[in-house]
Nanobody, 127 residues
Framework: QVQLVESGGGLVQAGGSLRLSCAAS????????MGWFRQAPGKEREFVTY????????DYRDSVKGRFTVSKDNAKNTVYLQMNSLKPEDTAVYFC????????????????????WGQGTQVTVSS
């Protein structure tokens, strides 16, 4: 079993920055990917970014490219989401998720690919 715990959400003004963290525990991690998703009120959960642990390969949804950066700390089994130039439309609950084993990269943007999820952390961007 895998446990994921997010932290770092909060309230920030437009143009500001936040860094989210997601700490993973519960088993030995050797080959897996971690994703960040978000869900705004009344909307479906959507892909934000992922990182493949072994290769470091990443991808982002278009609306956050150039503003958000995903990174990882292998020693801490932790993934980070640095969010800069935040906009009101970034307001959502942000979730980290994990999937073990090798998965085709085009699957990593899908909510349905990930069996393990954190509890979510609220990010609110005021205008």
């Amino acid at each position: 079993q895998v446990q994921l715990v997010e932290s770092g959400g909060g309230l920030v003004q437009a143009g500001g920055s936040l860094r989210l963290s997601c700490a993973a525990s519960g088993r030995s991690f050797s080959n897996y990917a971690m994703g960040w998703f978000r869900q705004a009120p009344g909307k479906e959960r959507e892909f934000v970014t992922y990182v493949i642990w072994n290769s470091g390969n990443t991808d982002y949804r278009d609306s956050v490219k150039g503003r958000f950066t995903v990174s990882k700390d292998n020693a801490k089994n932790t993934v980070y989401l640095q969010m800069n130039s935040l906009k009101p439309e970034d307001t959502a609950v942000y979730f980290c998720a994990a999937v073990l084993g090798s998965v085709p990269r085009f699957w990593l943007t899908s909510v349905n690919t990930y069996p393990y999820w954190g509890q979510g952390t609220q990010v609110t961007v005021s205008s």
